[in-house]
Nanobody, 124 residues
């Protein structure tokens, strides 16, 4: 069992930056692939970024490539999402998720554990 707690959301102006973090409980964090997903009001949850258990393999949604960076620190049981050049369309609840496969996957149905989410609001 893994418990995930996101932090770092908030209100920011367009063009600004935020850094999300996701702290995981348990001693097996390094065995999980980690992902970030987001859900805007009235829309389905969508993939944002993912990182493999080793950190070698990384994937991004086209909409965030070049602006967002995912990273992980296995010693701290934490995964991060650095978000730069934010746009109003990035406004959403951001969720952290873990998969036992250990890979950087974009399919939310391959993830086994989810956090409660953190709100990111980008004003224009």
């Amino acid at each position: 069992q893994v418990q995930l707690v996101e932090a770092g959301g908030g209100l920011v102006q367009a063009g600004g930056s935020l850094r999300l973090s996701c702290a995981a409980s348990g001693r097996t964090f390094s065995g999980y692939g980690m992902g970030w997903f987001r859900q805007a009001p009235g829309k389905e949850r969508e993939f944002v970024a993912a990182i493999s258990r080793s950190g070698v393999s990384i994937a991004y949604a086209d909409s965030v490539k070049g602006r967002f960076t995912i990273s992980r620190d296995n010693a701290k049981n934490t995964v991060y999402l650095q978000m730069n050049t934010l746009k109003p369309e990035d406004t959403a609840v951001y969720y952290c998720a873990a998969n036992r496969i250990g890979a950087a996957r974009g399919d939310q149905y391959e993830y086994d554990y989810w956090g409660q989410g953190t709100q990111v609001t980008v004003s224009s």
